[in-house]
């Protein structure tokens, strides 16, 4: 990827009113809000920091978990080969593809599903983010990160923990909790 101040910079360029249809006057406010069917925007200072997290290399390969309103999705896109997002919520996906194909993003792929099982067809993948909060690390998630990725996990119940996945390129797995923070549950079958 460029460097941090490289993610920073185009944070600060990517206008979040855009993906906060009903509450763009709000954009500008580091919280989050709802964007319908019981969903929410993150805090803006909490997207900039999961990138950040995620380490995104040039070429990657990710995938993403929850596309929402696509606002963490065009901060991904930005600087990864690839972006393949999986949203639950027809109605979202439909309105995040219409948003991120109008800002110019073509290299982004979308699926309606079970984030909880990721998108095997696709797997590996470099970096995985997840944008919902799991009871546990979905253990199909872990089988498609590929040797050398990252996923970024909020993990808990109630107030959750932002949870680093690292596998090496032995296969073996490192867990590392991060800050608390509170996400709308991941629902699926994990």
Same mark, same amino acid.
């Given at each position: ?13 990517? %206008? ?6 009903? #509450? ?9 809000? !709802? ?22 290399? !040039? ?5 993403? =978990? ?22 639950? =919520? ?16 073509? #290299? ?15 797997? *590996? ?12 690390? *979905? *253990? ?6 590929? !040797? ?5 996990? !909020? ?16 296969? #073996? ?6 800050? *608390?923070?509170?996400?709308? %549950? ?5």
């Amino acid at each position: 990827m460029g460097s941090d101040m490289d993610v920073a910079g185009y944070f600060r360029e990517l %206008d979040r009113a855009l993906f906060m249809e009903g #509450n763009s006057r709000y954009a500008g406010v580091d919280a989050a809000f !709802p964007i319908g069917h019981g969903q929410t925007i993150s805090q803006p200072s909490l997207v900039l920091e999961m990138t950040i997290m995620l380490d995104i290399r !040039p070429g990657c390969k990710v995938l993403e =978990i929850g596309t929402g309103s696509g606002y963490q999705t065009a901060l991904l896109a930005r600087f990864a080969g690839s972006v393949y997002t999986v949203e639950r =919520i027809e109605p979202l996906m439909t309105a995040a593809r219409e948003r991120l194909s109008r800002l110019g993003f073509s #290299n982004i792929h979308y699926r309606l599903g079970d984030g909880s099982q990721g998108w095997e067809e696709n797997a *590996p993948y470099d970096r995985i983010m997840v944008t919902a909060a799991a009871h546990r690390i *979905p *253990p199909r998630l872990v089988d498609q990160l590929a !040797p050398g990725g990252r996923m970024v996990i !909020p993990v808990g119940r109630g107030m959750q923990t932002l949870t680093t996945v690292c596998k090496d390129m032995g296969g #073996n797995v490192r867990i590392e909790g991060g800050i *608390p923070v509170l996400f709308v %549950d991941l629902v699926g079958d994990y």
